[in-house]
């Protein structure tokens, strides 16, 4: 492996996962350096971490690409119960929404890519202690990071694929045939990324003092991605609850999925007490509201606008406006595109700020929400004159009960029929996405709300994004992990394990709770103390709206097992055909297009490239 050619300006070497030809590892670049000149020198050194960096998700990211490339690194909320964004045509996500992909697709899928960062990890980690131009702890600290990266890329391949192969600490093997290839079982995969990031969390420091060196692994990061990794473990999906994965085995006769062990939602909860006992990470809180409504949403968009604040454990500082902003913002009426939209699933799962309780407990056959009459919520009409708690502007047309007296998050997040835009420089006009209205249904320009509401949760109020006036659409941070998901992943952990400890799991509950001005859930749901369902129904529900848009709820819904029922079927929206803005409330089918679930959707098939490299290698179910 000495002679292993790199190249830093675009891919230091490709490979998928079977490496039998030199091709892989050995490609025809200009300007190579091998691998003895690569790490004599801190620059090149370092320039080799830093590419084993580039392959981290593109998360922020809501749509994918057609192409086989690393831009398939992507989001998958445009695939997921909480979003329905508005275009009908030419992106990928319509197909995983209609069930016809298939192997051959190659939309969001990440195979190849993760395993070129994890080859190059490798050869980082073998290598790097060949730079005496480096320190000895530096060089210690830069292969603990490549520890990182490289069990961070086996836990992102594993949420999408299920067990993959795991060539542990070696770099490929270019003898390696093709046909002897299969994968691994998953505790064989799981036991070393755990143990990868246990290494590597010794060894990184706490925090980043630097600016400069802002969004390298920490100790904290290692912790978080093992909480997440070994809360989807313990889910059912993981952990014995499917059994068409539990009967898969190997080519070599190895069982690839383990049965139920439910010490599994032990270690889910040790890991994410790790991450809290560390006391690096705070909730945000905004310190310039006195009014207490009024600081918790600020609070929860804070999390985005202010650069490196206490709550993020990882996170990118976003500049892409293009990527975000505009396309979450309403067209004609602002220069937005309109299509970064929330499912009215979505919308109507925020709690009412009065009760805590969360106001819908299920659906009609007819699409029409079930209303839980205790929790105050009210859809029977319109209210003149009411003032919304961001801008504290009265809106200038008849407001919807079912957007009043809801929580922080909803305000922060949603933008609703009728609304007005989201600060005073444009436009006058409310914004009305019906037929007639300022930002219409069917408009000429091909890019128009399809729902009724739009997502505006990455969009600063207090920034003219006026094309005219301003033209600033402004940054933001995209948390990849952040506190309060390692609040609720051991919240559930402690629900679920053997020994139940439900005012352990309550307490970090509330505070994610509390940051958006509810009361204790106990206080809502006095059973929840009690009755292990319901608790597990509801914490669910905080997931989805306190997390939502982040990436989490695609992977939730299917490591609980619950997608069949809450991703599959027809998707209801406003009925945004209507003349009028009050008739436009009306709940409908007729616009929005179904969402398919089969049982061979749970995970991603493994893609017809890599099948014809490892022709023996177990595909999923179904596929």
Not at 532 to 540: A, E, V, W
Request: with cysteine.
């Amino acid at each position: 492996m000495k002679s292993l050619k790199v190249l830093f300006t675009v891919s230091v070497f490709a490979s998928s996962l079977f490496v039998s030809c030199n091709n892989y590892l050995e490609p025809e670049l200009e300007k190579q350096l091998t691998i003895e000149e690569t790490f004599t020198k801190r620059n090149t050194t370092e320039r080799y971490l830093a590419h084993v960096y580039s392959f981290q998700p593109q998360d922020f990211h809501m749509v994918g690409t057609w192409g086989y490339d690393e831009a398939n690194v992507t989001s998958l909320v445009s695939c997921s119960d909480e979003s329905y964004f508005s275009w009908i045509t030419s992106l990928p996500y319509l197909i995983h929404n209609n069930g016809s992909w298939n192997p051959t697709t190659s939309a969001f899928h990440t195979w190849t890519r993760y395993y070129q960062g994890i080859n190059q990890a490798t050869v980082f980690i073998n290598h790097v202690d060949e730079c005496l131009d480096i320190d000895a702890s530096a060089r210690e600290v830069m292969k603990a990071e490549a520890k990182f990266l490289r069990a961070y890329y086996y836990a992102l391949l594993i949420q999408q694929y299920g067990p993959v192969y795991c060539w542990r600490d070696q770099e490929p093997d270019l003898a390696m045939k093709g046909e002897d290839v299969d994968r691994h079982p998953l505790d064989y995969c799981t036991e070393f990324i755990v143990q990868q990031l246990n290494e590597a969390a010794a060894v990184l420091p706490e925090t980043i003092v630097e600016s400069a060196w802002y969004g390298r692994a920490t100790r904290g990061l290692a912790y978080a991605v093992k909480s997440r990794y070994l809360l989807y473990m313990a889910r059912p999906l993981f952990n014995g609850g499917n059994e068409q994965y539990v009967s898969m085995q190997n080519k070599s006769g190895e069982q690839l999925f383990p049965k139920e062990d439910r010490t599994k939602w032990d270690a889910a909860a040790a890991a994410a007490k790790q991450v809290i006992d560390l006391n690096v990470y705070q909730l945000y809180e905004d310190n310039t509201e006195s009014d207490p409504f009024k600081k918790a949403i600020k609070s929860y968009q804070g999390i985005y606008f202010t650069k490196w604040n206490s709550e993020l454990i990882f996170a990118k500082w976003q500049v892409d406006y293009l990527g975000w902003q505009v396309r979450a913002a309403p067209p004609i009426i602002t220069t937005g595109f309109g299509g970064y939209c929330p499912s009215l699933k979505l919308v109507d799962t925020y709690p009412m700020a009065a009760t805590g309780r969360f106001p819908i407990t299920g659906y009609t056959d007819r699409g029409q929400p079930v209303i839980d009459q205790a929790s105050q919520y009210r859809d029977d009409g319109f209210e003149n004159n009411w003032v919304h708690p961001v801008d504290g502007r009265a809106m200038r047309v008849p407001t919807h009960r079912s957007c009043i007296g809801r929580d922080a998050r909803f305000y922060a997040s949603i933008l609703f029929n009728g609304m007005n835009w989201i600060n005073e420089f444009v436009p006058k006009e409310p914004i009305t996405f019906h037929k007639n209205g300022t930002s219409a249904y069917g408009n000429n320009t091909g890019d128009f709300v399809k729902n009724g509401f739009m997502f505006r949760r990455m969009n600063d109020p207090s920034i003219n994004s006026d094309a005219v006036t301003g033209g600033v659409w402004g940054n933001f941070s995209w948390p990849s992990h952040r506190l309060a998901e390692i609040y609720l992943n051991y919240a559930e952990a402690c629900n679920e394990k053997p020994t139940r400890d439900v005012a352990e799991g309550l307490r970090y509950w509330n505070l994610v709770r509390a940051r958006a001005g509810l009361d204790r859930i106990e206080a809502a749901y006095p059973d929840v103390l009690t009755n292990g369902i319901l608790y597990r129904t509801l914490l669910q529900k905080e997931r989805m709206v306190e997390l939502a848009f982040e990436n989490h709820r695609y992977y939730d819904i299917r490591t609980w097992m619950t997608a069949p029922q809450e991703s599959n079927g027809k998707r209801y929206g406003l009925n945004l055909l209507a003349e009028t803005y009050e008739e436009s409330w009306e709940r409908t089918d007729q616009i929005c297009s179904p969402i398919v679930f089969e049982p061979k959707h749970y995970l991603f098939p493994i893609h017809q490239n890599q099948l014809n490299e490892m022709v023996n290698i177990t595909q999923n179910y179904g596929w």
